[in-house]
């Protein structure tokens, strides 16, 4: 079995590839158009988000067994096309699902005690204690937006406070005894946070927009270590200048590329604010970048493949 990696990943994949008697062949800089040229040549696939696997790069590929999406969304791939013809799909979730928990988690206690402002105050040379004054999470309702791996992720770090914990997701019977299912009228009733744990999905583009934040009963903090495409920008800053969103941690942005390794060229005015606003946490798309996380992402492909194939 021939395998090429399309992307780079932590060296137990290529190692415990190899132990299976995996033939591992790696290209992480030509062009779609090279890779079109050999795709047929391989058994399988591994690649992050370096570019979109659609129906021609598919029909290409004409011997492809296995994709082994090395993270958790597989938005760039033709998932319904894939499977039509007979390719294996294997992502890992389950790879980086703690990291993310503990990223969103983070993030949130960071904005309720504007850690970030304090910090970027101080080191001006300004002692503001009033000003700084957090908020406690204790008291507070929890809502989760998709309760899959991070949607469960987050709500077991949640287990230590004194919190009320909430979920909404499509599928039903997916609550457990980290987070009570809701439907939504009564996630938009009690939710003072609400944090964003969903694929990427015709359902979830552009799901956060202006009527979205109004039908919420409270003001409320936002997270999204999502995708970045599932809130609308422009309608997020004027919900933080109006006061309707009180404050969010964005690991993820709307005009990031669709390899997650670039963002744009120029500045959108939306995030020009979001820049500045002292209420308003930013990470380059790390939830689930974590030393520990690259290890379990690639040892995940790798059990799935040993599993389907050997």
Known sequence: ???????????????????????????????????????????????????TIDQEFLDKATNLKFIGRVGAGMENIDVGYARR???????????????VGEHTLGMLLALMNKMVKSHREIRKGK???????????????????????????FANKLRGFD??????????????????QVGIMEFQQKSDVVSLHVPQTALTLSMVDTEFINSFRKPFWLLNTARGKCVVTKDLVQALKSGKVLGAGLDVLEYE???????????PKPFKYLRKASNVLLTPHVAGWTAESKIKLAQTIVDKIQAEFF
């Open 127 to 153: 002692w503001d204690r009033e000003g700084n004054r957090g908020i406690e999470l204790n008291g507070k309702t929890v809502g989760i937006i998709g309760y899959g791996n991070m949607g469960k992720a």
């Open 1 to 51: 079995m021939k395998v090429l990696h399309l992307d780079t990943n932590h060296p137990l994949l290529l190692e415990e590839f190899k132990k299976l008697g995996i033939e591992n062949h790696e290209d992480y800089t030509s062009p779609k158009t090279v890779i079109h040229k050999k795709i047929h040549l391989y058994d399988g696939i591994v690649i992050r988000s370096r570019f």
């Open 163 to 180: 919190v009320e914990v909430i979920c909404y997701d499509i599928v039903g019977g997916v609550g457990d005894g980290n987070a009570r």
């Open 85 to 99: 013809k007979g390719v294996f799909l294997a992502n890992a979730p389950e790879g980086n699902r703690n990291a």
């Open 257 to 267: 590329k669709k390899s997650f390794e670039d963002w744009f060229t120029s500045t």
